[in-house]
């Protein structure tokens, strides 16, 4: 309220503000859980491959700082996601975010050098054929609004 | 893979969809609303949250990425599954088509 006092030149701004935030968004929330969630896939295999390999539950990974950074990506990740489900229905919010099955493998193939086989190629794919189903009339129904 | 990678993979998938459905029914207390049942629910949800975790650590440590990380595409027919079940969260013929697709989508990628 004092800024506008001492700048009345930027009074119009607030009417913009009326209309909610874009990064409140159910759906921008979903796509931040999803890079987050990706993110946090790569860095825990950066960090799982410099620990032992002899137990079934990972702990000895918690040495690394990759699983560290893993771990707060996943919880960046967590806190958009409860964000979203607070407006969306969980199995429409868990199906787009599904998208994160055709985003790891693309990123460890870009990022971590894994190689990818043309099946593996084919699934991807469908992957991301069956995401776009689930969010193209979401997209009618957002543009409508 | 052996029976036991696959025993632990389903464990993860398992614990992973019992983790939503506890925190959506977190979110969807009402503000204002009791505050222990919102606990209650969201720190169950980060219990078989966290098992899941250390679960699919140690599976990291033996397996490629790109080849592991698909199986948890099982999950979006278990969680729909669960959702109708445990949430009555309706099912539209959209979401069955997407469902289906994504599933064969990592049956593929899972069996490469």
Same mark, same amino acid.
């Given at each position: 309220?004092?800024?506008?006092?001492?700048?009345?030149?930027?009074?119009?701004?607030?009417?913009?503000?009326?209309?909610?935030?874009?990064?409140?968004?159910?759906?921008?929330?979903?796509?931040?859980?999803?890079?987050?969630?990706?993110?946090?896939?790569?860095?825990?295999?950066?960090?799982?491959?410099?620990?032992?390999?002899?137990?079934?539950?990972?702990?000895?990974?918690?040495?690394?700082?990759?699983?560290?950074?893993?771990?707060?990506?996943?919880?960046?990740?967590?806190?958009?996601?409860?964000?979203?489900?607070?407006?969306?229905?969980?199995?429409?919010?868990?199906?787009?975010?599904?998208?994160?099955?055709?985003?790891?493998?693309?990123?460890?193939?870009?990022?971590?050098?894994?190689?990818?086989?043309?099946?593996?190629?084919?699934?991807?794919?469908?992957?991301?054929?069956?995401?776009?189903?689930?969010?193209?009339?979401?997209?009618?129904?957002?543009?409508?609004? | 893979?052996?029976?036991?990678?696959?025993?632990?993979?389903?464990?993860?998938?398992?614990?992973?969809?019992?983790?939503?459905?506890?925190?959506?029914?977190?979110?969807?207390?009402?503000?204002?609303?009791?505050?222990?049942?919102?606990?209650?629910?969201?720190?169950? +949800? /980060?219990?078989?949250?966290? &098992?899941?975790?250390?679960?699919? @650590?140690? *599976?990291?440590? #033996?397996?490629? !990425?790109?080849?592991?990380?698909?199986?948890? +595409? /099982?999950?979006?027919?278990? &969680?729909?599954?669960?959702?109708? @079940?445990? *949430?009555?969260? #309706?099912?539209? !013929?959209?979401?069955?088509?997407?469902?289906?697709? /994504?599933?064969?989508?990592?049956?593929?990628?899972?069996?490469?």
């Amino acid at each position: 309220m004092l800024s506008s006092e001492l700048q009345p030149t930027h009074a119009t701004a607030p009417v913009t503000v009326q209309k909610p935030h874009w990064f409140g968004n159910a759906y921008v929330q979903v796509v931040i859980s999803i890079v987050f969630s990706a993110a946090s896939q790569l860095l825990m295999k950066r960090g799982a491959d410099d620990s032992v390999h002899d137990a079934w539950l990972g702990f000895s990974g918690l040495h690394s700082g990759w699983v560290w950074l893993g771990i707060f990506a996943m919880i960046a990740s967590l806190a958009a996601w409860l964000h979203a489900l607070r407006s969306l229905p969980l199995n429409v919010a868990f199906s787009l975010a599904c998208s994160t099955h055709a985003l790891v493998p693309l990123s460890s193939w870009l990022l971590l050098g894994e190689v990818i086989p043309l099946k593996r190629w084919i699934g991807i794919a469908l992957v991301i054929a069956g995401v776009a189903v689930i969010a193209r009339p979401l997209v009618k129904l957002e543009e409508k609004l | 893979m052996t029976a036991i990678s696959l025993l632990c993979v389903i464990l993860t998938e398992l614990c992973s969809v019992a983790g939503q459905i506890f925190f959506k029914h977190a979110m969807s207390q009402p503000e204002g609303g009791p505050r222990a049942k919102f606990l209650g629910m969201f720190l169950s +949800g /980060i219990a078989v949250k966290a &098992l899941a975790f250390f679960l699919w @650590l140690g *599976l990291l440590s #033996k397996f490629e !990425l790109s080849y592991l990380y698909p199986f948890e +595409g /099982i999950s979006p027919v278990l &969680l729909v599954l669960a959702a109708a @079940l445990f *949430l009555r969260e #309706k099912m539209t !013929l959209n979401l069955w088509a997407g469902v289906i697709l /994504i599933s064969a989508g990592v049956v593929l990628v899972s069996a490469s």
